[in-house]
C-alpha cells in the first residue's frame, strides 16, 4: 500500500500494488543490501518516470517499477550485485533512449547501462565503460568552457520577467574543453550529478562547485 498523488483530484490516495512475476530473493538477503545510501554514494534515492511507469531506486541493487494503471509493480536487479553495491557511487536516471543507470567505482571507473526489453523480459545492457582518472584533472585558471554560468530557472528580472533564457551552455556543442591550455592540476573527486532529459549526456560534479556535461556517444 502507498500514498499516491492524484493530478486531477489534488489529494494523496491510498494505492494497493500487486507484484508481477515470481520474488528476486530473500529476506535475508535483501537484509545485506544497504536501505540508506552511503556517504560516497547518491545524496539521495533517485525516480523517473518512462512511459506510464515509476522506477523507483529503493535500496543499493534494487529497484522497483511500479505500473500506475493496473495497480502492479515488479523488483527489478541492477546491474551491480549487493556487494558491488556497497562500493559504487549509484544514479538512477531518464536520458534520450530511456532508462539508464550508471555508478562510479574506485573514484572513477565510470559505467553506464541502459534498461532493455521493457514489455517483454527486463535486462540492462552496458553502454559506456571508462576510467576517468586520466581525464579527471581540473584546471586552476579556468580555460576556455568551463566559465560558464548557473542560472536559478523561474529568477525575474527586475521588469518581473525572466528573460530570454539565453543560457551560456549549449547541449549541442560536445567539445568545450580546451585542454591545451596552460593549467595548474590537482586531485579531485568525480561524481554524477544526474542525465540530461533528451540526450545522452551525463553530468559530473568535479571537485566543489564545477561540473562537466559529458557526452557518452563522443566521450
Same mark, same amino acid.
Given at each position: 500500500m502507498l500514498d499516491v498523488f492524484s493530478s486531477s483530484t489534488k489529494e494523496w490516495q491510498k494505492r494497493l500494488f500487486i507484484r508481477e512475476g515470481e520474488a528476486l530473493d530473500t529476506v535475508a538477503t535483501i537484509r545485506l543490501d544497504s536501505l540508506e545510501p552511503t556517504f560516497w554514494g547518491s545524496r539521495w534515492r533517485y525516480g523517473? $518516470?518512462?512511459?506510464?511507469?515509476l522506477y523507483v531506486h529503493c535500496r543499493g541493487a534494487f529497484v522497483a517499477r511500479l505500473f500506475l494503471q493496473d495497480g502492479k509493480y515488479q523488483v527489478?536487479?541492477?546491474p551491480i550485485d549487493i556487494e558491488e553495491s556497497k562500493r559504487a557511487q549509484p544514479c538512477l536516471g531518464k536520458s534520450e533512449k530511456g532508462v539508464y543507470f550508471a555508478t562510479i567505482h574506485d573514484? $572513477?571507473?565510470f559505467r553506464v547501462?541502459?534498461? !532493455? &526489453?521493457e514489455s517483454c523480459q527486463i535486462s540492462w545492457s552496458l553502454k559506456?565503460?571508462?576510467? !576517468? &582518472? +586520466?581525464?579527471?584533472?581540473? $584546471?586552476? &585558471?579556468? +580555460?576556455?568552457?568551463?566559465?560558464?554560468?548557473?542560472?536559478l530557472y523561474g529568477d525575474n528580472n527586475e521588469d518581473g520577467t525572466n528573460g530570454d533564457e539565453n543560457f551560456e551552455w549549449n547541449s549541442d556543442d560536445d567539445n568545450v574543453l580546451n585542454i591545451e591550455d596552460d593549467y595548474e592540476p590537482f586531485y579531485s573527486h568525480?561524481?554524477?550529478?544526474?542525465?540530461?532529459? $533528451?540526450?545522452?549526456?551525463?553530468?559530473?560534479?568535479?571537485s566543489s562547485f564545477r561540473v562537466v556535461a559529458y557526452h557518452l556517444n563522443s566521450s
Open positions: 523517473v $518516470y518512462w512511459r506510464g511507469a527489478v536487479k541492477t573514484e $572513477y571507473l547501462w541502459i534498461l !532493455l &526489453n559506456h565503460h571508462i576510467d !576517468l &582518472n +586520466p581525464w579527471a584533472t581540473i $584546471y586552476l &585558471n579556468q +580555460p576556455k568552457g568551463i566559465d560558464k554560468t548557473w542560472f568525480v561524481s554524477i550529478l544526474g542525465f540530461h532529459p $533528451y540526450k545522452e549526456i551525463v553530468f559530473l560534479e568535479v
